[in-house]
């Protein structure tokens, strides 16, 4: 039976996680805001969220309605079989977006929803779950636009960005999602070596071996928020689990390498965290003194955006970037992303393709490089 559902990313993803969700067997894609909406069977939702790397979340759509009083949203929320996936001694929490609504505030419409839920339950079964809003079996996400409701279950959990490999901290880490977008955008096609000479806590070198070696994105993980449904199919789980085509090798390396000895004590934890101590080279150095090992090789770094830096010395370490790339890198590609457009004109070389991504609530350039 073909299910709705929807894939949450980052603005300016919306196109790979599309590209990603297809090639999975997403069927009648949408792309919105943020958000890519497809069809396909509960196993789908499954897949995307251990494979695809451009997606923060995946909503199951339970219910769709439109209604004028609260009565009637009670009433269409009260109709949904909840007790499908949902436990009458389980937990649930529930979250709601609202726009232009006939409900004043989110809240109203979020506790509105957990009544019409939990008293499904009490006149059926007696007994009704209870609200964890930390850690809930089900958690339900409510999108109100004027009066369409669409009710969703959210499959993830944790943010899919949490892979499961970082346990070290690093002040400023690139979201894998978007190092993994990043990774896409850059054209680099696996065949060749990967290098970040700012790599701070491994992000990317982790994202980039993962890719090359097929290793799903929620490879990781030890918990996705499906796992709490009482629908959750442990068989059709170990499927896609074993579905997953690893490679044992790659005939490339990858690089870390980054001034502070102690972010390169956090990058070796994670990589080590990964099972990728055999693939990604980590050493301690500046970034000037670094070269490939061989050529073409790609390199994708994350500099610092300057918020603990004076403008001048950014602008002078992105002018060393862009010497280095220079002196050191011919016949390579680079990519960098920055939200400081002033500092990336003193790299001093012309891009070959631009995009705009966001870190965060930062927006951010990513350009890319062609050194020949
Ligand atoms: C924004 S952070 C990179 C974060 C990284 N992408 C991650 O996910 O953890 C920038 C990194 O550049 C490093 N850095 C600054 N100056 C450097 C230099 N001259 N040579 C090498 N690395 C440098 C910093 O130590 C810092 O870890």
Redesign the pocket.
């Known amino acids: 039976m073909s299910e709705k559902f929807l894939a949450k990313t980052f603005a300016g993803l919306e196109g790979l996680l599309k590209d990603e969700l297809v090639a999975l067997g997403a069927q009648q894609c949408r792309i919105l805001n943020r958000a890519v909406q497809f069809e396909g069977g509960l196993e789908l939702m499954y897949k995307c969220n251990y494979f695809c790397r451009t997606a923060l979340r995946i909503f199951w759509q339970v219910s769709e309605f439109q209604f004028q009083n609260n009565n009637q949203f009670y009433e269409a929320v009260y109709k949904i079989p909840a007790e499908r996936f949902l436990k009458s001694n389980g937990t649930l929490a529930v979250s709601a977006t609202i726009n232009e609504s006939i409900f004043n505030t989110p809240l109203f419409a979020a506790l509105l929803t957990k009544d019409a839920i939990c008293d499904r339950f009490r006149e059926k079964y007696d007994e009704r779950p209870s609200v964890d809003k930390e850690n809930p079996d089900v958690q339900f996400h409510v999108h109100i636009s004027r009066n369409q409701a669409i009710v969703y279950l959210d499959s993830t959990g944790e943010s899919l960005h949490k892979r499961g490999y970082k346990t070290g901290n690093?002040p400023?880490?690139?979201n894998e999602v978007l190092?993994a977008a990043m990774i896409k955008l850059s054209g680099w096609d696996g065949k060749t070596d990967f290098i970040?000479?700012?790599?701070?806590?491994?992000?990317?070198p982790i994202e980039a071996a993962m890719a090359a070696l097929n290793i799903p994105a929620g490879y990781y993980r030890r918990h996705f928020g499906f796992f709490s449904w009482l629908n959750f199919d442990r068989k059709l789980w170990n499927d896609t689990v074993k579905s997953a085509k690893i490679r044992e090798d790659v005939p490339i390396d990858f690089y870390g390498?980054?001034?502070?000895e102690r972010?390169m004590a956090?990058?070796r934890r994670n990589v080590s965290n990964a099972n990728l101590r055999d693939f990604i080279r980590l050493r301690q150095?500046?970034?000037?003194d670094t070269k490939p090992r061989r050529t073409p090789a790609t390199i994708i770094?994350?500099?610092?955006?300057g918020e603990r830096l004076e403008a001048d010395d950014l602008n002078d370490?992105y002018k060393?970037i862009g010497d280095t790339l220079k002196r050191n890198y011919q016949g390579c590609t680079a990519a960098i992303i920055s939200s400081d457009t002033e500092a990336m004109k003193h790299i001093g070389l012309r891009p070959a393709k631009k995009f705009t991504l966001f870190n965060g609530a930062l927006e951010c350039k990513y350009h890319v490089f062609n050194l020949w």
């Open positions: 690093h400023a880490p690139i190092a970040d000479f700012m790599c701070g806590s491994g992000t990317l390498s980054d001034i502070s972010f956090v990058a150095s500046d970034l000037m770094i994350n500099p610092p955006y370490l060393r």
